[in-house]
């Protein structure tokens, strides 16, 4: 039978080093393999926004969508995972916490291979909930000593520090300005839903890794044309995706300014088809949008370790 899968199972069963796994396993099958991934489509309602991605992992049989819905009560995730050879449903999986760890351990993966080894100062720019998994994703990936956090509301954000830095033992404090967030930084991450640049491009040192994590839409942009003119490398999850929604790169590739050819795939980093950082001087860029084939990675690794502990409720269809 199909297992229903609540919040709480998700938090029992999901740590960030099993979802920069399923993560990072997932972008290699997508440049590999049979693997797909459909880019995120939304209906709109004055009220409501449906939102669904969708896509295939043949190589762990697996097919399925994450759908949800973002109103001003909230916004509500749910996961369908389906068994590709047969059609039967596997799992329906509540995924706020999954698409938090999924979305940190993205950047994380990427941080992995474009960020510099010796990388160990972080600036953040954001204070909410897929922040934090952001941050946890990077220090589990390069030996962070410090890191630097800006959001608008300052009580927000003290809070945000000192949860974080007792949750993970490394020293993360509030940053008074973007300037200050971004000097002397090894890596940079925007994870906001900011609808202009965050920070100036002559505020990065050479050999900084920026991660943008928050423009997927075209109403988003964290990360101005001046930064992206000192990339070296723009990586992204998927150039389709980037192509429908990257709000931080669409302004420029539709001026001509940047072209979709110049756009690298993560997993074509990963598998080494294309270099991601080739000199310690280089700066480089990972946006990130989002993707089905991400989510369900973690969905089948979850399904597997909620039926070997015994977590879930048995679901009285789909079988």
Excluded at 152 to 163: E, H, P, Q, S
Excluded at 212 to 231: P, Q, Y
Aim: net charge neutral; with cysteine.
């Amino acid at each position: 039978m199909a297992l229903f899968l609540s919040e709480k199972d998700v938090e029992q069963l999901l740590t960030m080093p099993l979802a920069l796994e399923a993560v990072e396993a997932a972008h290699r099958q997508l440049s590999t393999t049979t693997a797909c991934d459909v880019p995120r489509q939304r209906t709109r309602l004055p009220q409501t926004t449906l939102h669904i991605l969708q896509g295939a992992l043949p190589q762990l049989d697996a097919i399925g969508y994450k759908a949800y819905t973002s109103n001003r009560s909230g916004v509500r995730f749910l996961v369908h995972l389906f068994q590709a050879s047969t059609g039967r449903l596997q799992a329906v999986i509540e995924a706020d916490r999954l698409g938090m760890m999924r979305t940190g351990a993205a950047s994380g993966v990427a941080t992995r291979w474009l960020a510099r080894a010796d990388a160990q100062v972080a600036g953040v720019f954001g204070a909410g909930w897929q922040a934090e998994g952001h941050i946890e994703a990077i220090a589990a990936v390069r030996p962070l000593r410090r890191v630097k956090v800006y959001a608008r509301r300052a009580d927000r954000l003290a809070a945000f520090c000192t949860r974080l830095a007792e949750r993970l033992g490394i020293e993360i404090v509030a940053a008074a300005s973007p300037e200050e967030v971004v000097r002397g930084s090894d890596i940079v991450s925007t994870v906001t839903t900011a609808s202009a640049p965050l920070f100036a491009a002559e505020w990065l040192s050479p050999g900084t890794h920026v991660n943008g994590a928050g423009s997927n839409s075209l109403i988003r942009r964290e990360i101005g044309e001046d930064v992206l003119k000192r990339c070296s490398a723009i990586v992204v999850d998927s150039v389709q995706t980037a192509l429908c929604e990257a709000g931080d790169l669409l302004p420029l590739l539709e001026k001509g300014r940047l072209q979709a050819r110049s756009l690298i795939e993560l997993g074509d980093v990963i598998c080494g088809r294309h270099a991601g950082r080739s000199t310690a001087d280089e700066i480089t860029l990972f946006e990130s949008q989002g993707m089905a084939v991400q989510d369900l990675a973690l969905a089948v690794r979850l399904e597997a370790l909620a039926r070997e502990r015994g977590l879930g409720l048995e679901l009285p269809y789909g079988g």
